[in-house]
């Protein structure tokens, strides 16, 4: 009978956590809650319909390169009909909010993330800007001869315009940098001028950014870049902040940018709770979680195997409450700071 019981008890305290936190979902202050917008792949939102959101995920991912990615290389519906189950999974549990942190040049098709968002009824949020992790892999040729400003215009061209030709806004800018072997704060030349251009784009358009980060001193290097171009570091996100260290997670909220544990479920339970019982401390308004879960792999038989995006309310929270973080903590991480992350002065 063990298991029964544990399972009835599990599920009690996933809706006992989960039920107050969508309850409150509307509960951001009222100013926000009329001047603020999230801006998804159907169109705005008021930021206080976000709701419970899981800020970095992947429904769909190609690594090939950015020389060789195109359009040809999957099949709109194919992809749609591979997630559809996975998304609905994740909206029955509650989560209303998914920010798809694809980038250009890795799979990024607004195409399948607009029938996705009309399917599952979910709020969709994609990106603009270009990624400079792994190498560079994934940096287009233009933008190595590029100026800041050069990429920064593009960008805002995507939040004016849409994406490509599917009218289909960006409601953030995603960019990656690597660190470099032997000089952990340093970054290099390409990866410097994306983060200029993403400060600039930011400050043009008011979109926050994600920065995938390979390292924890290059995400603090990253942040006092942002913030020397006179950008509002409470527009910054350094993603993967869970494998950086508490010194430098900490550095990072104190100059007011997001702290991003977004491997949840990559590492061991119990390890993830510390974090993020550290951090909430002091930093709670500065933390978000997330998974980095998904995706159909472009060039795998129908997408490969797909993680799918249940850990954080099947397991994650329950624990957390279980461990002693408050409800409203929970709704703060999973409700109000993504709201207040996401959220852009309205564009039109
Ligand atoms: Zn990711």
Redesign the pocket.
């Known amino acids: 009978m063990t298991p029964a019981l544990d399972l009835t008890r599990r599920e009690f305290l996933r809706e006992a956590a989960l039920l107050t936190v969508v309850a409150s979902a509307n509960a951001l202050p009222t100013s926000q809650a009329q001047d603020m917008f999230v801006q998804t792949v159907l169109g705005p939102i008021p930021a206080s319909k976000l709701g419970v959101t899981l800020v970095?995920?992947?429904v769909m991912c190609d690594f090939i390169g950015a020389a060789q990615t195109n359009r040809h290389r999957w099949e709109v519906e194919a992809v749609v009909k591979r997630m559809l189950p996975v998304l609905i999974q994740v909206k029955e549990r509650g989560v209303t909010g998914f920010i798809d942190?694809?980038p250009a040049y890795i799979g990024r098709d607004p195409r399948v993330l607009k029938q996705l968002a009309q399917q599952t009824g979910l709020h969709i949020v994609t990106n603009t800007g270009y990624y400079g992790g792994a190498d560079d892999k994934f940096v287009p040729k233009h933008a190595y001869s590029a100026t800041p400003d050069q990429l920064a215009d593009l960008w805002v061209e995507d939040v004016a315009h849409g994406i490509e030709d599917t009218g289909v806004k960006p409601g953030f800018i995603k960019i990656g940098i690597d660190e470099i072997k032997g000089s952990a704060d340093r970054l290099s030349p390409i990866d410097e001028k994306l983060v200029r251009a993403s400060a600039r784009a930011s400050r043009r358009t008011n979109l926050a950014v994600t920065c995938?980060t390979g390292g924890g001193p290059a995400g603090l290097t990253a942040t006092k870049i942002f913030i020397e171009e006179r950008a509002d570091p409470a527009r910054f996100i350094v993603?993967?902040s869970d494998g950086h260290g508490l010194p430098i997670n900490r550095a990072v909220a104190a100059l007011g940018a997001w702290v991003s544990f977004?491997g949840i479920g990559r590492q061991p339970l119990e390890s993830h709770l510390k974090l993020v019982h550290v951090m909430t401390e002091k930093h709670a308004s500065r933390l978000l979680l997330s998974q980095?879960s998904g995706w159909y792999w472009v060039g795998q038989q129908n997408g490969g195997e797909v993680r799918n995006f249940n850990y954080m309310i099947d397991v994650f929270l329950p624990a957390l409450h279980n461990s002693g973080i408050s409800e409203a903590t929970i709704r703060k991480l999973m409700v109000e700071n993504p709201a207040n992350a996401f959220a852009i002065r309205f564009h039109r």
């Open positions: 970095h995920e992947h942190c694809t995938h993603a993967h977004d980095d």
